[in-house]
T-cell receptor
Framework: AQSVTQLGSHVSVSEGALVLLRCNYS??????LFWYVQYPNQGLQLLLK??????LVKGINGFEAEFKKSETSFHLTKPSAHMSDAAEYFC??????????????FGTGTQLKVEL | DGGITQSPKYLFRKEGQNVTLSCEQN?????MYWYRQDPGQGLRLIYY???????QKGDIAEGYSVSREKKESFPLTVTSAQKNPTAFYLC???????????????FGPGTRLTVL
């Protein structure tokens, strides 16, 4: 079974500081990995996804994530935090389904707070 | 505008009542999904459908039912058998057929259900 662990349910950074959100996965097959962002009372928006094409994946809003197989990690980073980055972030591992589509297994999320 | 709509945004229900949550997509996606979100628990898969007139149970299907009579619609019924139905419900869709593990799921804005 696949699983995702997000270390730190709450992370606080100063505006302009580095953002680092941690994600470790467990998968018996080469994984597909996703990061989503959720603003209060809204749905999830895709930030980026890893599909084995490149280990460093660039996403929207200046975020990027690096796939490290040896560490089974897919940490999300942004060089300089902005107030608008305050949200909840979810890491997910994907398993393809026979017949099409996929099953996402989500981590429990990390709430990012950005302070002035 | 292509996307996923969910209605209503907020729903209140008395104990013992069934309630149906709507999910519609105009992305021409084959696969659709329902998730439940509880604080601190991430998202959990309730049901998914890969094609019209077919659907499969997810990880927490007990107390829920779905139908897929049209490609663009995937309503979820929360029955009185669901012991703890108060939660945020999210619908998603993806291309589905042949997309496999790299398939991207796009989410609707969610419905917050409260049982009084």
């Amino acid at each position: 079974a696949q699983s995702v662990t997000q270390l730190g349910s709450h992370v606080s950074v100063s505006e302009g500081a580095l953002v680092l959100l941690r994600c470790n996965y467990s998968s018996s097959v080469p994984p597909y990995l996703f990061w989503y962002v959720q603003y209060p009372n809204q749905g999830l928006q895709l930030l980026l996804k890893y599909t084995s094409a490149a280990t460093l994946v660039k996403g929207i809003n200046g975020f990027e994530a690096e796939f490290k197989k040896s560490e089974t990690s897919f940490h999300l980073t942004k060089p300089s935090a902005h107030m608008s980055d305050a949200a909840e972030y979810f890491c997910a591992v994907s398993e393809g389904l026979t017949g099409g589509g996929n099953k996402l297994t989500f981590g429990t999320g990390t709430q990012l707070k950005v302070e002035l | 505008d292509g996307g996923i709509t969910q209605s209503p945004k907020y729903l209140f229900r008395k104990e013992g009542q069934n309630v149906t949550l709507s999910c519609e997509q105009n992305l021409n996606h084959d696969a659709m999904y329902w998730y439940r979100q509880d604080p601190g628990q991430g998202l959990r898969l309730i049901y998914y459908s890969q094609i019209v007139n077919d659907f499969q149970k997810g990880d927490i299907a007990e107390g829920y039912s779905v139908s897929r009579e049209k490609k663009e619609s995937f309503p979820l019924t929360v029955t009185s058998a669901q012991k703890n139905p108060t939660a945020f419900y999210l619908c998603a869709s993806s291309m589905g057929v042949l997309a496999g593990g790299a398939d991207t799921q796009y989410f609707g804005p969610g419905t917050r259900l409260t049982v009084l």
